[in-house]
């Protein structure tokens, strides 16, 4: 909590005042902690910290060392202030000491001097005051004398009452030895009183402490009873379930096993089915290129004709006979076959054998002509067709 704001330090110079401005200065660096805030952290009274910080008094080392401690500060450092602080405040009231004697012996001469000045102007006055002076000391001198008169008196009845306590005070040593022995006796009888109702609640609380110390044990052997039965009947279940769990996760993994060899197996089909229909797809672009050829031929189109040759060498294929070309395209469809399905090419043998003759084992295409595999009611592709018109 941030203390209220102090009041500003007098302008003296004091070592005192310097070194209150120097811990103000570190109190703010670490956030003005309020007085309370130190005594409740550091220690201390309000009181003391308000002397410290208003100037009033230099603090004791292990105060200082305390408080700067706790505000952050270096110290050794502030250790090595205080004790030049000090030295400081020593000097300043030894000078301070020897300047009031100074000006206190020259107060005096003043006041000498300005009698003196009042005699040279007017001795007739100073001479009448002198006489007023004696007369005031004559009647102070007849009030003393009767004072001490009174005095005097007082004294003697006070010297009577005296010698009448000193006889009065062997009767007041008897009345109070008497009431010390009373009370001695009182004290004897409170103590056997007291140790002996000690005593029993001591015994009580001893039987107390058995009963509950007999009851705890019961129920803590019927707790390590309960806690035995329950472990085990906790273990048991727990294997059962250990065992159930096994026995599922050697199933799930068998499972795993087996769908794994599967998507294995149908991997390897869909590798297969791929292939067969990159060799089919093949296939069926050599047989449109020849198809082509063949409208350009009639076109007279022999150069493009020849384009279309190197076609079918980079396809691997050599150049084939129109009635090859012709053989399983354009077929006659039996009824039964519509004129929008394709062959299954799972179940076209063919093709795997008509590969083997169109491409060799080099890449190159042989020399030989071999018949294409068919193809069943493959759509139309009018590419031919535009090419030639």
Not at 49 to 73: A, H, M, R, T
Not at 263 to 269: D, G, T
């Amino acid at each position: 909590m941030v203390g209220r704001k102090l009041k500003p330090l007098p302008d003296d110079d004091h070592p005192r005042t310097q070194f209150a401005q120097a811990l103000r200065e570190l109190r703010d660096g670490a956030g003005s902690p309020s007085y309370r805030t130190l005594s409740e952290k550091v220690g201390y009274t309000l009181a003391t910290y308000s002397s410290i910080f208003n100037g009033d008094v230099l603090p004791e080392e292990v105060q200082l060392i305390d408080l700067v401690g706790y505000l952050k500060g270096d110290t050794r450092e502030w250790s090595r202030r205080l004790a030049d602080a000090a030295a400081a405040v020593e000097i300043w009231d030894r000078d301070r000491g020897a300047q009031s004697e100074l000006f206190a012996e020259m107060e005096g001469l003043k006041v000498e001097l300005e009698g003196y000045r009042v005699i040279a102007g007017d001795p007739a006055s100073v001479f009448g005051q002198a006489a007023r002076a004696q007369e005031d000391a004559q009647k102070r001198i007849n009030f003393a004398l009767e004072l001490e008169s009174k005095l005097s008196g007082m004294l003697h009845a006070v010297d009577a009452q005296l010698n009448e306590a000193q006889g009065l005070v062997p009767t007041a040593q008897e009345e109070a030895q008497a009431l010390i022995d009373q009370a001695r006796e009182a004290a004897r009888n409170i103590e056997l009183s007291a140790s002996l109702e000690a005593q029993t609640r001591i015994e009580q609380a001893q039987a107390s402490f058995a009963r509950l110390v007999g009851r705890a044990e019961s129920e803590a052997n019927e707790i390590i009873d309960k806690a035995g039965s329950d472990s085990r009947r906790i273990r048991a279940d727990t294997g059962r379930i250990v065992d159930q769990l096994l026995a599922e996760a050697e199933q799930y993994i068998e499972d795993a096993r087996a769908e794994r060899l599967q998507a294995e197996l149908e991997r390897q089909k869909g590798d297969a089915l791929v292939e067969r229909m990159k060799l089919r797809a093949k296939i069926d672009l050599a047989q449109v290129i020849m198809e082509a050829q063949q409208a350009l031929a009639k076109a007279g189109e022999m150069e493009h004709s020849g384009m279309l040759d190197l076609l079918l060498q980079d396809l691997g294929i050599n150049n084939m006979s129109d009635s090859e070309t012709r053989k399983g395209r354009h077929r006659k469809r039996g009824a039964s076959q519509p004129s929008n399905e394709y062959v299954d090419l799972s179940e076209a043998p063919d093709v795997e054998t008509s590969i083997s003759g169109l491409v060799g084992a080099s890449g190159e295409a042989p020399e030989a002509k071999v018949a294409l595999p068919r193809r069943r009611n493959a759509p139309k592709d009018d590419a031919a067709t535009r090419a030639v018109n």
